[in-house]
C-alpha cells in the first residue's frame, strides 16, 4: 500500500480517506440474481419485457437455499450491504394472491436480515403473475386488473413500512411497470392518465415519509413491447417530481448512447434524493452483470464528484443464469464498489481543471490514473474488511459442495 498511498499523494489524494468514504457507502443488493428472478409466488416463467437467459446448475428454489446463497455471496462482498427484495418472494402458503400479501409473509426475510445486521428495500412485483392483462397492469383499461395491481402496491407500502420499522433502517421502496404495447398505440395518454391515478391511489396509503422512500423506475421499451412504453422517462421524472417522490434510473432503460452518468447531475438539481439501478446493458436491456467498465466508473464520478454519496440510493440490477450465479452476484457488487472506490481516489481539483478550460492536462490526468496503483488499494480495502481477494475459489467450492447437489 505504500507505493500506493505515494503514488496518490502526488496528485493531492488520500488513499486513507477514500478507504474509509468507502467504508460508509452502502449498495442495495438484489436477491433475484439467486434464482433467474422466478420468485417463490405464483413462479410463473419470467414476463413483463426482460429475461433471465441461461441454465446453470444450481439455482436456487426454496427460501433456505436463497437465503444460505445470500449469505454466502454476502460473505464474499465487502462495506456495507442492505437485501434488495420483491413481493415475488413472499414466504406464504402459494394461495394468496398478490394483492392479499401482508407483512408477516415477509417475517423470514425480516429475521434473516435483522439476524445479519441488513437493512431491506423492497419492490412490487408487476410481472410475472396470471392477473397480468395483455402486458398491462396499474395501466389496464380492465378496472379489475387495474384494481389488483392497486391493491398490490397499497399491500407492498405497508410492507417497506413494517421493513423500516423492524430493521431501523429506511426502506426504498421502487415502482416499475412492465405496461407496455409492441406495436404503435392509437391512444399513449390513456395508459399514462391511468398510470397517475393508480400510483395516486397507492400513494394514498399511510406510510413513514421520513422512513420509507418511494421511487418510480422508469423504462425505453422491453421484449415484445417495443413501440410504447407507459412509464416512460418523460412520465417517471414528471411524477416524481409532482409528488415529492423519487425517481430511479436503470442505466439499462435508455437508449444505447444515452447515458445515466449525464443524468445524475441533473437529478441531483431537482430532488434530494435520487435512485440508481446499476446495470450492463448490452446492446439492449439485458441485465448483464455490472463489470468495472467505463460507465459504471462515470456514474461513481458523478455520484462522488457532486458529492452525493449520502443522496443516492445504490442498487444492483442484472441476472445472468449462464454463470454461478454467486459468482454474479459478487462480481457485480464489486465492480459498482471498485467504481465508487476509482472515484474517490480522484484529485479534488478536476472540477477546477476544467474551470480553467485546461482540457489538455483533465485528459492526460485522467489517463494517468487509469494506470495508477488501484488494485493496490483495493485489495487492501478488502483486506481490512475481512474479505477474501480471491473469491473464485469459494464460489467453486460452494458450487462442489452445495449447488450441484440441487434437484
Ligand atoms: C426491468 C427493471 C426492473 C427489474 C426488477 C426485477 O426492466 O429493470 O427493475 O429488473 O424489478
Ligand atoms: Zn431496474
Redesign the pocket.
Known sequence: MDNAKKYYAEFGVNVEEAIEKLRDVTISVHC?QGDD?TGFDSRETLS???QATGNYPGKANTPEELMADIEKAFSLMPGKKKLNL?ASYAIHDGKKGRDEIEPADFAPWVEFAKKNGWGLDF?PTFFSHPMVKDNLTLSSPDEEVRAYWVRHGVQCVKIADYFAKETGIPCVM?I?IPDGYKDIPADRLGPRERYKKSLDEILATPYDKTQVYITV?S?VF?IGLESYTVGSSEFCLSYAQAKGITPLM?N??YHPTEMVSDKISSLLLFNDKIAL?V?RPVRW?S?HVVLFDDETKEIAKEIVRNDALDRVFIST?YFDASINRISAWVTGVRSVQKALLYALLEPSDMKQIQENNDFTYLMYLSEELKTAPFGEVWREFLKREGVADNYYEEVIKYEKEVLVNRK
Do not use: A, L, R, S
Open positions: 433475484w428472478v413483463g419485457g426482460i420483491h419492490n421502487n416499475w423506475e423504462k422491453g436503470d439499462g432503460h439501478h446495470t436491456d441485465d440490477d
